[in-house]
Each structure stands twice: as C-alpha cells, then as structure tokens.
DNA sequence: TAAAAAATATGACAAATGTCATATTTTGGG
DNA sequence: CCCAAAATATGACATTTGTCATATTTTTTA
C-alpha cells in the first residue's frame, strides 16, 4: 500500500480525490489536508510516501511547499497538481525536486499511474507540461551545486539590480556593463557588491550561474 | 496518417521497429535510414511529421541530428531514443527542441502514444528519464544569449579540463577547484587561461554561463 | 522649498583572476 | 633504462573584481 497525503485548499475536490484514491486498490490516503502547515503536520503523523500537491493555495503555495517538505523529508515523492497555465510556478517546483507534474484535468489511471511511478523512484510529467519543460526550461537551482539563494530576497530586486544581473549573466565585465547601462563602473561594483551580499553569494561568476539557472540570461 | 521517419544505425531494430509501426494503423513510416545525412535526404523526399531518432550512432549522433533536423525544420517533430545509462546526451538534445525522450526499451503503445502526442504539440518523457531531467537538468543554450563555442572544440577538452570546468560551473573559487581536484592553485589557473583560450571566452564568469548551459554544472 | 531618501560616483584598497615564461615531475613508449 | 611528451608546478605580473567609507547628485516628499 502506497500512503498518500493530499494537499489542496479545494474541500471538495479534495474529499472526492481521496475517495477516489482510496478505492483504487494499492493507495491508502492517509491525509487530506487544505494547506502546507496542516500537511506538515500530517507528515508528522502518518509519514505518507507520495503527496499530492495543488498549486495554487492562499498561505504557502505548492512551489514553497514542496521545498519545504523535500527539505525536511527528502524521502517523500511530491506531484504536483496544476492547471493548464500556471507556468511560473512549474520549474519552481520541478527545481526542489517535485517528482512530478500532471494537469488537473488527467484521468484517474494517469493519476494512480503517477502516483505508483513516483513512488518507485521515477516522474511523470504531463505531455503537455513536458513540452513547456523543454521549451522554457532554462534551469534549477538544485541545492546540489552549491548555489541557493532565497526567494523572497530575490524578489525584491529592483530594475537596475536585474540589470546588472543579466548583464553579468550574458558575460558582461563591469566595463561593459558600464557602458550599457550608462553608470560609472565604480557604480557597477557598488551594485554587484550590493546585490551578492542580498543575495549571499560570493562572486560574479556564481551570480552568473544562478541567474543562467533562473534563465535570466535573455534580452527582452 | 502520421508520417514518421525512423533514424537508427542499427539495420535489424530500425526495420522490425518500421514494420511494427506500420501496422499499428495511424502511422506511416516514409523511412528507416541508418544515419543523419541520409535522414536529411529522406526528410527532403518525405516531409515526415515525426522523427524518431536513436542518440548512439556513428558519424552525427541524435543531438547533433536533432539540432540540425529541428534547425532547418522547425516544424518537424524529433523523438530521440535512448538506452538507460545515455545521461551526457539527455540535455543537448532537449536543448536542440526534441519532443521527447524514450527509452529503447519502453512498450509499442508508449511509442506509438508518444509519437501521436509530439504529432499534436506536446512531449513524451519516459518516467524514468523525466526524474533525471528533473534533477540534473540545468539549462538551455539558447543561442539568442551571445556566448557560442564551437562544439569540435569543445568536444576535446580532456578529463582535468571538464572537472574544472564543471568546477567553476558550479561556482568554486581557484582555491576551491585547487582543494578539491588535487592541484596546486597556479595549475588551475593555468588550466583555466588555457581552457578560456581554446573556447575563445574571456573569463570563469563566460565559461560559467556556457557551462551551465550545457548542464555541466552537475556531480557524476 | 527644505529636508530626507535614493541613486550615482569616487578613490583607496585587498583579494582573486588570468597570462606568461619557465621549471619540475610523472609517465609511456622504444 | 632513457627519452620525449605530458602533466604539474612556480613566480612574477597586470588586470579585474569586490569592499568600504565617503562624497555628490537627483528625486521624493513633507
């Protein structure tokens, strides 16, 4: 029996999804619960193999989510669930590890067929969502290569700052971006310097691999 | 009727594979060549909608084909087969705008499903593969970003080389790679200014970002 | 308009980086 | 074993980069 735990502010949908997973045989919905701190604390409790993770949820989203709960539980298989375009939120996801990605609207067998991949250590990605993959993935920040910036500081980054970073994410030296962006260079430096210490990073070349990651590196 | 093109330099899996196809009711195969070049003189005759190109071959491999093929048709639809342990190659090709990736061993159905789904739009993934996209994946090069080495090039780059390579991709200082790969401070850097001269790049930042874009920002 | 806040600039400095010429060491044929 | 090629190392050097304290200018706002 796979445990599964739900995650997904929808009551109903919810509810009838775990009925419906509990009465196809192998799945044992162990929990179903309306958002990330409840999950948590049905993790504590019922330790489920798979979670099924909506994306969209007032609180934490499944993007956060996701890195939280693979952060603590890195053991635990995560699909997430989504509607059709909801791109910002998918490489978030797949970036903390999500085993996998399926539309809302998939059929039951697809669902339980994800479920029993995930669980057996693979992914399952919709072909729809897949092809987005492949055509906008520009990259993960995966905890593995070192390079981990927060979020939240990474959002308020003002206009100049993502400036500078897709500059020096397009191999720019402070010269060049200099003469870009019309500031001095010791301006430029004041920037970099600025920005690598929001950021917590240590140079221009990891700066440069995070912002690649991101897919920053793109004029437009 | 779906026209497809099988590419694979292994006569006896490319014919059996043709005829299965074949008789499998909506899908035409227009032809079975064992090679790129001849692949582009088939597609000039045939105008397939859907390729099905192996990654292992002599002379051009898959990714190299998938970037010529979907270079001068867009249009046409590329699903590269591969064999389990083929990880080098995963990323190049989706890069190059496969629509899928699957492996040789997967079912008749599986194919012939994920040729249909690359016929309406969309991208098949092996769940096996889709888990390592997930986790190693690292980034697209899109040409559209300036950085551009020429791929002979960098084709013979040697084991140190890529290690350091793959060092800096993943943001470690000269005193870092030093630690870690076993080299006093000043061979890296020799080894650097060498690599950057081949690859004609300036800086650790360029080679970063090309690298990264390559997917060589991963361990193993 | 005056004060406060922001954006931009400067210069000094230390550290890291890249280049180069030149050793030294290791290794694989012959 | 010897030699030549390769891998590795060293030191000197110029340049770039990052940090910091401190201006100067521009913009906002009270």
Redesign the pocket.
Known sequence: MIKVLIVDDQELFRESLGIILQSSGDIDVTGSVCCVDDALQSIAENKPDVILMDIRMPGKDGVEGTRVIKNKYPEIKVIVLTTFDDDEYVYGALKYGASGYLLKGCSLSELTDAVQIAYGGGAMINPEIASKVISQFSAMANSSNGIYVDERVAKDL?E?ERKIIMAIARGL???EISGTL???E??V??Y??SI??KLNL????Q?AIWAVQKGMNHKR
Chains 1, 2 share one sequence.
């Open positions: 003002n100049n030296s402070n010269k019309f500031l001095s010791g301006t430096r004041n970099i310097s690598l210490m240590r140079d221009r070349t700066l």
